[in-house]
């Protein structure tokens, strides 16, 4: 199991930051879970995001954290791993 965590707070993090989500999953096995990280005032940047991992095959959880933190959790989806 290998699961892998992008964190997009970083300045200029959001900068292309599909192809880097595209390079992450690449590299995750059928039960691994992919996590990436935003600050919540940057989360209406990603929307495309979601469309992104359900094109590659992925089920999402979107999350929130008390310190502003913003996240999607991702797994490929059961009929991906079957």
């Avoid at 039960?31 to 005032?41: A, H, I, Y």
């Avoid at 991992?53 to 929130?64: K, M, V």
Wanted: no cysteine; charged share 30%.
């Amino acid at each position: 199991m290998s699961d892998i965590t992008l964190d997009l707070r970083i300045p200029g993090g959001l900068a292309n930051y599909q192809d880097r989500v595209l390079e992450s999953i690449q590299r995750l096995g059928l039960d691994d879970q992919f996590t990436v990280v935003v600050d919540r005032r940057d989360a209406h940047q990603i929307d495309d995001l979601f469309d992104l991992l359900t094109r590659e095959g992925f089920d999402y959880q979107p999350r929130t954290t008390a310190d502003g933190g913003y996240y999607i959790v991702a797994k490929r989806s059961a009929a991906r791993r079957r």
